[in-house]
């Protein structure tokens, strides 16, 4: 059956298909599915802060995100008089610039396709997205790194005609600072990471014990707190072969049976939840040479200690769905979307160290062969 009447839609349809398609999206993606997403402007329990509170600037558009760091006092004793010591409660705005990105669609024509508008509707809805949902997620993982947006996340270069790195928040990114990194094995540096310096049950105890010390704002929940680490499908592979790990986690909570917060993780360590997922940057992609290793020729990846407040994330709106007809007078139909949103890793001035410090996140970086 050609497609007809593609033009009849109304405004109040049109919204359905935004949310459907926003829906898609939310679904299938990690940052999501995962409960790691706040559920607005007033939740900062969870490692992703949702805002919405957009501002102008002379940069342009931009959500303003609130860190609230710890009080440093000592507090005043019995009835000693407290008027003229209260600590200021003071927070540091980090504005998220806001920009838009799209992708459309095209049919192959009436006689190609033989479909109804409305089953390429839902095949559009389907893969548009399917397409927000792994920019999203890769933007997310991209800025939590400290990856230019000029590269992917298996360490190759982005194409040249990739407009990805003009996005306006592209230019806030930032590498992980220097007292939120630990290296698993011997290693000291990326440089001098050897093949056996693999993911073990001791890199993840001893990363959740530099969380604590370093202050790194936990996730609360239920009278517990704790954090996450997102490994990739290598370094995942690595832990789960690691003989300690396996003696050991038949002591720990699985698969999130008993966390309220979170869903999808396939341990609990001493309070830490653990994830695994194929976006987390490795250098599998990347040429011999640029790896790690002295010589730049061992694989490895770059797991993530995800604390409370540990990205901003700003959404003016769902999914915008637009679409065209007059394509070859009639015969190809399209239908784009956009996403008005940005990203942004805090930072703020720490107490503890006095240097500027990724807020809550810890870069774990170990060998991960292929």
């Known amino acids: 059956m050609a497609m007809t009447d593609w033009g009849a839609i109304t405004n109040a349809q049109k919204k359905v298909w935004q949310a459907r398609t926003w829906k898609q999206a939310r679904d299938q993606s990690f940052w999501f599915q995962t409960g790691f997403m706040s559920s607005g402007s007033d939740d900062h329990s969870k490692p992703v802060d949702y805002v919405k509170d957009l501002t102008q600037t002379e940069r342009g558009a931009t959500c303003v995100m609130h860190l609230i760091p710890d ?214 992609g990347a040429t011999s040479g640029s790896k790690y290793g002295a010589s730049g020729t061992v694989d490895g990846a770059q797991a993530l200690l995800l604390g409370a407040q540990a990205l901003g994330f700003a959404r003016i709106h769902d999914v915008q769905w637009t679409e065209d007809k007059d394509d070859d007078y009639g015969n190809r139909q399209n239908v784009g979307v956009s996403l008005m949103m940005g990203f942004r890793k805090p930072k703020f001035t720490s107490i503890y160290t006095g240097a500027s410090e990724d807020f809550s996140i810890v870069s774990l970086y170990s060998a991960a062969a292929a």
């Open 71 to 284: 009080l440093a006092g000592d507090g005043v004793v019995g009835d000693n008089l407290m008027k003229g010591k209260e600590e200021a409660l003071s927070w540091d705005d980090v504005n998220i610039q806001i920009d838009q990105l799209r992708n459309a669609v095209r049919s192959r024509g009436a006689m190609s396709e033989q479909k109804t508008v409305v089953r390429f509707r839902v095949e559009a809805k389907d893969t548009l997205g399917n397409w927000a949902a792994q920019k999203l997620d890769e933007m997310a993982f991209l800025v939590a790194s400290g990856i230019a947006f000029t590269a992917n996340l298996d360490g190759s270069t982005r194409a040249v005609d990739s407009q990805l790195s003009t996005l306006s928040f592209a230019s806030d990114v930032t590498s992980p600072s220097t007292n939120r990194i630990k290296y698993a094995g011997t290693a000291t540096a990326t440089n001098n990471l050897q093949t056996t310096d693999k993911m073990t049950w001791n890199t993840i105890v001893t990363a959740t014990a530099f969380a604590k010390r370093q202050r790194i704002k936990p996730m609360r929940y239920s009278g517990r707190e704790g954090w996450c680490v997102v490994l990739s499908t290598e370094q995942a592979r690595d832990l789960k072969q690691d003989p300690n790990y396996q003696t050991n986690v038949g002591r720990a909570s699985q698969q999130g049976a008993k966390n309220p917060l979170f869903s999808g993780y396939f341990a609990d360590i001493d309070g830490v939840c653990l994830f695994e997922h194929p976006k987390v940057k490795t250098t599998l």
